[in-house]
């Protein structure tokens, strides 16, 4: 069963910041691994440069330090289930302040993430008549890099509410399509200050197309 392709103003994207961050801190301790400078930036500020075009709005979910988040010029809102539940949590949330039907989810700390990832996701959505669409590189699904229809908030909430928590468990009996994309360093993630200081140095995957025409086209 085939469905329209999400259009860009469809979607919100969401730059998931609300975890602990206890690898990166010094001694195990929590921090906002979002906030931390990457090749001269906040990290997140690299998450945002590549998320925005891909998108109609953007948020930042956090549950910590919320005036340095707004500083980015975005709105910011906390999880509403409480415990730092993980990234079901900041979709759950997304679901309840979001406008649009669809909800792109993006980690604050994967500043690689592929120019072309929102609008992949939609058409796989659309061709395959599925609810949720989850990147994949080899045989590795990258959950946090989804597209998810909003409408699956009850099911969600109902779902975090039992106590679970693994988004593939959540997702396994929705209508889910995995989208295969070949560089698997646009999906890497940045756990600790040496992953930090030695992927600073390294050649960037997924650059975005610098065109002004690549960065307004909606998906199609």
Not at 59 to 88: C, K, M, T
Request: hydrophobic share 45%; glycine share 8%; aromatic share 6%.
């Amino acid at each position: 069963m085939t469905r329209p392709v999400p259009e860009r103003s469809a979607i919100t994207g969401i730059v998931l910041a609300g975890g602990l961050g206890r690898r990166m801190g010094a001694d195990g301790g929590n921090v906002d691994k979002g906030l931390r400078t990457f090749r001269g930036r906040p990290m997140v500020a690299h998450v945002i440069e590549r998320l925005t075009p891909q998108v109609g709005t953007l948020s930042i979910n956090a549950n910590r330090q919320p005036d340095a988040w707004r500083a980015f010029g975005v709105p910011v809102f906390p999880d509403v289930v409480e415990g730092f539940a993980g990234p079901l949590a900041g979709l759950h949330a997304a679901m309840l302040h979001a406008r649009t039907p669809w909800i792109a989810t993006a980690p604050c700390d994967s500043p690689f993430l592929p120019a072309d990832l929102v609008g992949r996701l939609a058409r796989a959505v659309a061709q395959a008549g599925a609810q949720v669409a989850v990147a994949r590189t080899g045989d590795q699904p990258h959950p946090v890099f989804a597209l998810v229809e909003r409408s699956l908030q009850a099911h969600l909430e109902a779902f975090l509410v039992s106590g679970r928590r693994r988004i593939d468990a959540w997702y396994a009996p929705l209508r889910v399509v995995e989208v295969a994309f070949d560089d698997e360093a646009a999906f890497r993630n940045i756990n600790t200050a040496e992953e930090l200081e030695r992927w600073a140095r390294e050649p960037d995957p997924g650059m975005p197309d610098p065109s002004p025409a690549a960065a307004q086209d909606p998906p199609r």
